[in-house]
Nanobody
């Protein structure tokens, strides 16, 4: 079992930055693929980024590539999402997830946090 708790969301102006954190409990964090997804009002949940257990491979949605950076600290059981050059279209609830395999598909992930709201004003 893995329990995930996101933090770091908030209100920021366009062009600003935020860093989201995802704290995990459980013994399997260091062997789990981790990902961030987001869901805007009226839209389906969409993939943002994933990272492999040893941080050897990351992948990003085209919409955030070059602006967002995913990372993890297995010693602290924590994953991060550094978000720079934020745009109003980045406004969404951001969810962290954990699973055995990395993928861009939400159904591949077994555990989810409760989400943290990110609002970007223009």
């Amino acid at each position: 079992q893995v329990q995930l708790v996101e933090s770091g969301g908030g209100l920021v102006q366009a062009g600003g930055s935020l860093r989201l954190s995802c704290a995990a409990s459980g013994r399997t964090f260091s062997t789990s693929a981790m990902a961030w997804f987001r869901q805007a009002p009226g839209k389906e949940r969409e993939f943002v980024a994933f990272i492999t257990p040893n941080s050897g491979y990351t992948n990003y949605a085209d919409s955030v590539k070059g602006r967002f950076t995913i990372s993890r600290d297995n010693a602290r059981n924590t994953m991060y999402l550094q978000m720079n050059s934020l745009k109003p279209e980045d406004t969404a609830i951001y969810y962290c997830s954990a699973g055995r395999f990395y993928a861009e598909i939400s159904s591949h992930y077994d555990y989810w946090g409760q989400g943290t709201q990110v609002t970007v004003s223009s």
